[in-house]
């Protein structure tokens, strides 16, 4: 006689999840920064404003779904960044805006709740995937900066003899991955801090990956400033075609790391506070009888 009264409860708590789902939207705002051949070690080195904004869909205490659209600079020079001689004698740099729109999964560390007297604090953990756009560009001696994609550095659509490569995309796909921390305050609130690294697929955001292109050709197929940009060294010292301009063989990173703020936009009572009192309903009615 025990099963109908179980299966129940069971159904209730089922109904309370549903109910207790909480969205929450947002603003967040902090840094970003690269990671790739400009800049091979250098965590948050040459981080730039960064903002964006945040949805959470709160599925229990412990996970979340999140998506996120975020907006920042990235940028890394030779200069500033190099480790050896030899990549400094390179003397190559780069800025480009980076955005990115992702879906996440968050998992907390503790259970997180919205009422008073409950755990309102939990680091969590999260992963997904997302799409980005980037555009890398360089300032040239005349002043002026240029979009290095559409010029070809690396002898993209030459059409000469060994120069056949494609143009690479402006838009790709990225994995964001990391951890943060949220607070809960006054029912409806949310404050966090996460960070997360963003493994890619392409090797181009700083539009360096592999050999250096004859400079004679670039001026003549292309234009002198497109020579200048892709080898920016001395005449005396240009680069012999062919050998290594960056390492094709590692892909390119970037990361976000900000600080969030949401409203939740329906808020409910957690399941195990209504849970409790299913239960308690149910014990009572099997009592009576």
């Avoid at 990549?87 to 729109?101: D, G, T, Y």
């Avoid at 259970?111 to 360089?138: D, H, K, T």
């Amino acid at each position: 006689m025990k099963r109908p009264y179980i299966f129940t409860f069971f159904l209730i708590c089922i109904f309370v999840i549903s109910q207790a789902q909480v969205s929450e939207i947002g603003l967040c705002g902090g840094v970003s920064f690269y990671m790739g051949d400009l800049n091979p070690s250098g965590v948050f080195k040459g981080s730039k404003p960064a903002g964006g904004v945040i949805y959470r869909y709160n599925i229990n205490p412990l996970l979340a779904f999140k998506s996120t659209v975020l907006f920042g600079q990235i940028g890394a020079s030779d200069a500033e960044y190099g480790q050896t001689a030899e990549a400094k004698a390179r003397n190559l740099s780069f800025v480009s805006p980076i955005s990115e729109i992702s879906a996440q999964i968050e998992l907390n560390f503790m259970r997180l709740y919205n009422e008073a007297g409950q755990n309102a604090f939990a680091p969590y953990l999260f992963a997904g995937i997302g799409v980005f756009s980037f555009n890398p560009q360089a300032k040239a001696s005349d002043g002026k900066w240029y979009d290095l994609q559409m010029l070809g550095t690396e002898g993209q659509e030459l059409n000469q003899p060994g120069y056949d490569k494609k143009r690479y995309s402006l838009i790709n796909l990225s994995v964001p991955f990391g951890l943060g921390m949220r607070y809960n305050f006054l029912k409806y609130y949310s404050i966090g801090v996460e960070w997360g690294m963003r493994l890619t697929f392409t090797d181009y955001i700083d539009d360096v990956s592999t050999t250096y292109v004859s400079d004679t050709l670039l001026k003549i197929y292309r234009h002198p400033v497109v020579a200048e940009l892709a080898d920016p060294v001395d005449e005396l010292e240009k680069h012999k075609p062919g050998t290594a301009r960056g390492n094709a063989q590692t892909k390119d990173w970037f990361s976000y790391a900000v600080v969030s703020f949401t409203f939740k936009l329906n808020y409910q009572k957690s399941c195990s506070a209504m849970g409790t009192k299913a239960a308690r309903y149910n014990n009572k009615r099997y009592r009576l009888r």
